[in-house]
């Protein structure tokens, strides 16, 4: 069993940045691969990022590119979302989540198997 929880997000301004983290309580959080997804009001839940067990691979939807930067530290057992450059249409519930699988297909919500419990994040215009 893994808990995840979340800090971070609020209200920004158009342009603004924020960071968010989530700590993990696993002692094997290591071999994990972690995401990021967001849900906004009315729909789907969507993939933002991931990043592999190590670190050494990340990966992004298009519309984040550039913007968002997922990092995490083993040692602490945390994953970290940085966004700059935020966008109204940003605003969403961000929710981190650990994908157990040995070959993780990261941008597949399914596939995970722990998640953290969401934190709002609201870009004014």
């Known amino acids: 069993q893994m808990q995840l929880v979340q800090s971070g997000g609020g209200l920004v301004q158009d342009g603004g940045s924020l960071r968010l983290s989530c700590a993990a309580s696993?002692?094997?959080?290591?071999?994990?691969?972690m995401g990021w997804f967001r849900q906004a009001p009315g729909k789907e839940r969507e993939f933002v990022a991931a990043?592999?067990?190590?670190?050494?691979?990340?990966y992004y939807t298009d519309s984040v590119k550039g913007r968002f930067t997922i990092s995490r530290d083993n040692a602490q057992k945390a994953v970290y979302l940085q966004m700059s450059s935020l966008k109204p249409e940003d605003t969403a519930v961000y929710y981190c989540a650990a994908n157990a699988a040995a070959v993780p297909r990261y941008t597949i919500s399914g596939e995970y198997d722990y998640w953290g419990q969401g934190t709002q994040v609201t870009v004014s215009s």
């Open positions: 696993a002692l094997t959080f290591s071999l994990y691969a």
């Open positions: 990043i592999s067990r190590s670190g050494g691979s990340t």
